[in-house]
């Protein structure tokens, strides 16, 4: 294994929805998810979110509405065979005017949403292109800069999930050295199948961000306890999650065997922590656990005076 680089990966930006990190070039309608100035197949400085893109086009709609409107009331008023006829005639324009407005502007969200939902729906070819266009230039960028590499795999794979591109990220990440105070992720890179790079970087999750381990993260441990077994630091990755599962007693009631077999290995804290929980609530231990973790207490913890636990 080569030596890690230190690195500075830059804050991931989240958003509602994954759509939201689409931007489309006005001028030629190619889309990104990355954050280049200049459109990468036209070269202009035309690219717009999708949401300006879709308030734009409800605008434009509005406009056209007040125009048609007011054409066929300046029509009615010119065409009246009386003054009272005119006036009646500019009276309701002005009435359906204001109306329109009102309308509008109480459905305008509304609007810029469905008329958004259109705009993905038809381009859907478009947007499949425009990010294979940005996949493209991560094989580039890799090459004089992994950081950027990796960061422009996480925008990508914000927004198309496949394994491939989870690895490539989980290898990016692999060659950094991880701290705690970095922006990290761990559920949208859990992929389908064991993977040794994925075992050790949720192996370091685990110590550095306990918080991300979660339910989906401890069952892929659980699905390849095995294979990592067979790892070389394999025990290390299965106490370290299981050290980190033990903080909520949801985790300690999903998966009590992989937490009997690596209560022994765990801090200390964390092992008194479990030990408190199952005591406050016997229920959550199924199969064997509270009597394995009864035991080991005994074997290990009971003697000491108990001011030195805290
Ligand atoms: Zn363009």
Not at 55 to 65: C, E, L, W
Not at 89 to 98: F, N, P, Q
Not at 139 to 155: I, S
Request: proline share 2%.
């Amino acid at each position: 294994m080569g030596t890690k680089q230190v690195v500075s990966i830059r804050p991931f930006i989240r958003t509602t929805y994954a759509f939201e990190k689409l931007r489309i070039c006005k001028r030629c309608g190619t889309y990104t998810c990355l954050w280049e100035n200049e459109c990468s197949s036209c070269g202009r400085s035309a690219l717009v979110s999708v949401q300006q893109r879709a308030a734009s086009k409800v605008k434009r709609r509005i406009a056209r509405d007040i125009v048609l409107t007011t054409l066929l009331g300046g029509a009615a008023v010119y065409l009246g065979e009386s003054l009272d006829q005119s006036m009646l005639a500019a009276s309701v324009t002005l009435l359906l005017l204001g109306l329109l407005a009102f309308m509008h502007k109480r459905s305008f969200l509304t609007e810029q949403l469905r008329q958004m939902k259109r705009t993905l729906q038809e381009d859907r070819e478009a947007i499949r292109q425009g990010i294979n266009r940005n996949w493209a230039l991560v094989a580039e960028a890799r090459k004089e800069d992994e950081v950027l590499a990796y960061e422009m795999l996480r925008e990508i794979g914000s927004l198309v999930y496949n394994d491939r591109i989870r690895l490539q990220q989980v290898a990016l990440l692999q060659s950094f050295v991880l701290r705690s105070d970095m922006d990290l992720q761990l559920r949208p890179l859990l992929l389908g199948s064991f993977e040794r790079l994925l075992a050790e970087y949720i192996g370091e999750i685990a110590r550095l961000k306990p918080e991300l381990i979660r339910e989906d993260a401890i069952r892929y441990v659980a699905n390849y306890e095995v294979q990592i077994l067979q790892l070389h630091n394999g025990i290390q990755i299965l106490t370290a999650v299981v050290a980190a599962a033990v903080r909520k007693s949801k985790y300690i009631e999903l998966f009590p065997s992989l937490i009997t077999r690596y209560a022994r290995f765990i801090p200390k804290d964390r092992f008194m922590r479990l030990y408190q929980t199952l005591e406050r609530y016997p229920g959550k231990a199924r199969g064997g656990l509270a009597e394995s973790v009864a035991r080991v207490y005994n074997e290990r913890y009971r003697e000491q005076p108990v001011d030195a636990w805290s």
